[in-house]
């Protein structure tokens, strides 16, 4: 709903934001538990020759890419109805959040092409290239491990802050979003 003004009122922003932020974190999970391959994420040998055989690897790393930056959108909505009530806090949590979705992008490339690419050369290789080949991916596992560390610094240190210009604006008083998020009819 527009209002008279032209623009969308807070409740609407709160309510799509809503739907964004759970949405796009519930696809990815579903997405994630139903379709990634997993087990011993520490038995490299194990788990790469897992994703080796994956055939659908890229193209759940690419709704795990969507999903994640669909809810990282409904923050970046949270922020629109922020900012002019906290300006500082809200424009400091949006740019972690535009800083997360970078993150995600680069942990996305590295686990969702270049490990893959890295797991299936292992598995092809013969003799002493494939000490060679395993030792590449191992090195890709880590880079991704350390991409990953850093998305979920990212992403804590935004929700933090979020939740801070929440507290000192009271935007979302008696659980208003909640009753937006599954009552539709109270918005």
Do not use: N
Request: aromatic share 10%.
């Amino acid at each position: 709903m527009i209002s008279a003004t032209g623009t969308r009122t807070d409740r609407e922003l709160l309510r799509d934001g809503g739907a964004l932020l759970l949405g796009g974190f519930v696809f990815a999970t579903v997405v994630t538990v139903l379709f990634h391959p997993g087990g011993e994420e520490d038995v490299h040998r194990v788990i790469f020759a897992k994703y080796a055989a994956s055939a659908s690897w890229e193209w759940v790393h690419l709704a795990q890419f969507v999903g994640v930056l669909a809810a990282l959108g409904g923050l970046i909505v949270l922020h629109l109805v922020l900012r002019s009530r906290a300006p500082r806090l809200s424009a400091f949590a949006a740019g972690l959040t535009v800083a997360t979705a970078a993150v995600w992008a680069v942990l996305q490339a590295v686990d969702g092409i270049t490990l893959k690419q890295a797991v299936d050369a292992w598995v092809a290789a013969d003799g002493p290239d494939k000490a060679v080949r395993f030792a590449d991916a191992e090195i890709v596992r880590w880079t991704e491990w350390g991409a990953q560390s850093y998305f979920r610094l990212l992403l804590g240190a935004a929700l933090l802050l979020f939740g801070a210009a929440i507290l000192t604006t009271r935007v979302l008083s008696q659980l208003d979003f909640v009753l937006c998020l599954f009552h539709r009819q109270w918005c």
